[in-house]
């Protein structure tokens, strides 16, 4: 009896090691995850620099309006006096 649990608790782990052994070459390395990070860190940054460029751009576009609609107001306000 003491066999045959010896043989099934070495048939288990020799399946985990094959399950374990296919999983294995998939996984990144740490030397892939930081190359990773720092490709993405570089995009990040990238992005949020477009963003504020295009925000700076939004921005001056809507105090352009601003300082029209308020003159507009001012030339109307100048009429009714």
């Not at 985990?16 to 990144?28: D, M, S």
Request: hydrophobic share 40%; glycine share 2%.
């Amino acid at each position: 009896m003491l066999t045959d649990q010896l043989e099934q608790r070495t048939e288990n782990i020799e399946r985990r090691v094959h399950r374990i052994e296919q999983v294995l070459p998939g996984l990144a390395t740490i030397e892939a995850l930081r190359a990773t990070e720092k490709r993405l860190r570089a995009e990040i940054k990238d992005a949020e620099q477009r963003m504020r460029t295009h925000f700076d751009v939004v921005a001056e576009s809507l105090r352009d309006d601003i300082r029209l609609v308020a003159e507009a107001v001012a030339t109307l306000a100048d009429r009714e006096r």
